[in-house]
Nanobody, 117 residues
Framework: QVQLVESGGGLVEAGGSLRLSCAASGNIFSLSRMDWHRQAPGKQRELVAFIRSNGDTWHADSVKGRFTISRDNAKNTVFLQMNSLKSEDTAVYYC???????????WGQGTQVTVSS
């Protein structure tokens, strides 16, 4: 069983920065793809970025150039550095681990990010 715990959310002014962290339990982190998703009020959850076990990354067009996903396998932690935040980035942010064997997944509890304009 894997547990994911996000942290780092909060209230920030437009143009500001936040760094989200997601710590994973267990011993499959380094082999797993890690995602960040977000869900704004009244909207569907959307994929923001992912990082594969080999370090390859993908970012949604809406955040490209402003957000950066990274990982520290020694600490079983994935990060989302968010710069130049906009009001439309306001959402609950979730991390997700995709198992390398079954492709089953685990989700964190979410962390609220609120950007004031």
């Amino acid at each position: 069983q894997v547990q994911l715990v996000e942290s780092g959310g909060g209230l920030v002014e437009a143009g500001g920065s936040l760094r989200l962290s997601c710590a994973a339990s267990g011993n499959i982190f380094s082999l797993s793809r890690m995602d960040w998703h977000r869900q704004a009020p009244g909207k569907q959850r959307e994929l923001v970025a992912f990082i594969r076990s080999n370090g390859d990354t993908w970012h949604a067009d809406s955040v490209k150039g402003r957000f950066t996903i990274s990982r520290d396998n020694a600490k079983n932690t994935v990060f989302l550095q968010m710069n130049s935040l906009k009001s439309e980035d306001t959402a609950v942010y979730y991390c997700r681990l995709v198992r390398p064997d079954t492709y089953g997944d685990y989700w964190g509890q979410g962390t609220q990010v609120t950007v004031s304009s």
